[in-house]
C-alpha cells in the first residue's frame, strides 16, 4: 500500500465507530493520484468533521505528501 492510502486508511479507522466498514481505493493517473474514502452512512460525520475540519485537514496533508511525488492528490469521501 502507498503512504498516501495508509494514512487516509488509520486515520479514517481510528474516527468512526465502525472500522470494519472503511474502504480506501487510490486511483493513480498521470498527474493526479485520487483517494476515494468508504465509510457506513453513520459515520460520515465523524470522518467530514465540524465544519469539514477533519477532511480539511486530511487534504491539506495529502496535498503536502504529494507535492514531494510531483503529483496532485484529491480525496474524495463517498457514502
Same mark, same amino acid.
Given at each position: 500500500?502507498?503512504?498516501? %492510502?495508509?494514512i $487516509?486508511? &488509520? +486515520?479514517? %479507522?481510528? /474516527? @468512526?465507530? *465502525?472500522p470494519?466498514? @472503511? *474502504? @480506501?481505493?487510490?486511483? !493513480?493517473?498521470?498527474? +493526479? @493520484?485520487? &483517494?476515494?474514502?468508504?465509510?457506513?452512512?453513520?459515520? =460520515?460525520?465523524? $470522518?467530514? #468533521?465540524?465544519?469539514?475540519?477533519?477532511?480539511?485537514? =486530511?487534504? +491539506?496533508? /495529502?496535498?503536502?505528501? #504529494? %507535492?514531494? &511525488? *510531483?503529483?496532485r $492528490?484529491? /480525496?474524495? &469521501? /463517498? !457514502?
Amino acid at each position: 500500500m502507498s503512504q498516501l %492510502r495508509d494514512i $487516509v486508511e &488509520i +486515520t479514517a %479507522r481510528s /474516527l @468512526v465507530d *465502525n472500522p470494519s466498514k @472503511v *474502504n @480506501v481505493q487510490e486511483i !493513480e493517473g498521470e498527474k +493526479t @493520484v485520487v &483517494i476515494e474514502l468508504r465509510v457506513d452512512k453513520a459515520d =460520515l460525520g465523524k $470522518v467530514i #468533521g465540524k465544519g469539514g475540519r477533519i477532511a480539511r485537514s =486530511l487534504r +491539506t496533508i /495529502l496535498a503536502s505528501m #504529494g %507535492r514531494r &511525488i *510531483n503529483k496532485r $492528490v484529491v /480525496l474524495e &469521501i /463517498l !457514502e
